[in-house]
């Protein structure tokens, strides 16, 4: 029977009962987003309390990615061996407690100490989505459930400037960070609340439809890494990886350098990245529709991200004046979030079966590695006085991602 034929074959499943997984995971998704924009927004308030230079609060970013991309490999294989719900909620909990050392550190150690728990924290997340949604999301709403993911992440990327900077105002910026340490707890309460859903067995809450033959092995009793041999899974780690380092630039110093470049103050620079973020989230929209159009996504991705190129080439000429630049971010967000969709469907279809936690584990550490390296080398440039530059750097990372995006397109790995 062809796969086509088996998803046909597969019993309704009530949308309120994908509705509600892909709620839950998208508001996970939220918040590993949010959690990784924890310290970009309040940098004014850290040098102002600490004196640290751009380069050593981007080490301590680095830091966190770096953690987060190690650990995001291992989470692929703690998923596949443990299951999903356990991992997120371990996830969760270690994004309280790295806001909470962050929040009574009074030291660079430890805010060190924060980043490791915080980015340890933030490892989980893609493997154990990505497993619901292909596991537990009915095979005809798979689209709509990308689609809310990533539209997730944008949200939750867009509000934290919000809650953080409006609350560092009244409460200081350890006040912000202590209430930021509530809302992974929250999020704990709801995954156990529901824990019968998103456990539910196949039996009951029938979803994806069966695997092709493996190609990674698993089946035939092959090594478990057997899937590390097939070049499409290391040419998506390269395409994050640049995009990532580009947009490890845009979340890090986008406030600093609209502050230095274009004479903005603390508040209204901060908001670039609400704005970049608001922009991408629509820019996910429109991509669901854009898979829907062309399932040529190595072109569709390239579209998306040559208007961020564009973008991002002219906020960093300094031509325009600063309303301008801030449309600017909006249209580079806009192109970010367009590739999202296609993006996302490009690696599902490079993964091999029985590896999926595996796959998205390896493949998004690539996304942790390129913004690890991102705010370590762009805040370096921006201490040395090539603020105006960040932005021409952040044009040639998605020009990199661009290349990588054709090249898995090439070996034939789209869906």
Request: hydrophobic share 60%; aromatic share 12%; with cysteine.
């Amino acid at each position: 029977m062809s796969a086509h034929a088996d998803e046909l074959a597969l019993p309704a499943v009530p949308w309120r009962v994908d509705a509600l997984i892909v709620g839950l995971v998208a508001g996970a998704h939220a918040l590993s987003h949010f959690f990784q924009l924890l310290l970009a927004p309040l940098i004014p308030w850290l040098r102002a309390e600490f004196g640290w230079t751009f380069a050593e609060i981007g080490f301590v970013l680095s830091v966190l990615f770096t953690v987060s991309g190690f650990g995001q490999a291992a989470a692929g294989f703690a998923v596949d061996r443990f299951g999903p719900r356990a991992t997120l909620c371990g996830g969760l909990a270690s994004l309280a407690l790295g806001a909470a050392v962050f929040a009574t550190s009074h030291s660079y150690a430890g805010f060190l100490l924060g980043a490791m728990f915080a980015g340890l924290g933030n490892s989980v997340f893609h493997p154990v989505d990505f497993w619901f949604i292909n596991h537990r999301v009915s095979v005809p709403r798979l689209g709509p459930a990308f689609s809310a993911h990533g539209l997730s992440g944008s949200l939750g990327w867009a509000l934290a400037p919000l809650f953080l900077v409006s609350l560092a105002g009244p409460l200081g910026w350890r006040g912000a960070l202590l209430a930021a340490s509530a809302l992974p707890v929250v999020m704990i309460v709801l995954v156990w609340r529901h824990r019968d859903v998103l456990d539910a067995p196949a039996s009951v809450a029938p979803r994806a439809a069966p695997a092709r033959p493996a190609e990674d092995g698993t089946a035939t009793g092959e090594s478990l890494f057997a899937f590390l041999r097939l070049p499409a899974i290391w040419l998506c780690f390269g395409f994050f990886f640049f995009v990532a380092a580009a947009l490890g630039g845009v979340q890090s110093f986008a406030p600093t350098l609209f502050m230095e470049a274009y004479g903005l103050a603390r508040g209204p620079a901060a908001m670039s990245i609400t704005i970049y973020m608001l922009a991408s989230a629509a820019g996910m929209l429109a991509g669901d529709w854009l898979v829907a159009r062309s399932r040529r996504l190595e072109r569709n991705i390239t579209i998306a991200l040559a208007l961020s190129v564009l973008a991002a080439v002219l906020v960093a000429l300094e031509w325009l004046p600063v309303a301008l630049a801030l449309a600017l971010m909006a249209v580079m967000g806009f192109g970010s979030g367009l590739s999202g969709p296609s993006r996302d469907m490009l690696i599902r279809g490079a993964a091999p079966p029985g590896a999926t936690g595996r796959v998205y584990g390896v493949v998004y550490s690539g996304l942790d590695a390129g913004i690890a390296l991102g705010p370590l080398v762009f805040g370096k440039m921006i201490d040395h006085g090539l603020a105006n530059e960040v932005f021409f750097g952040v044009a040639l990372c998605l020009a990199g991602g661009v290349l990588f995006a054709w090249r898995v397109a090439r070996l034939g790995s789209t869906p």
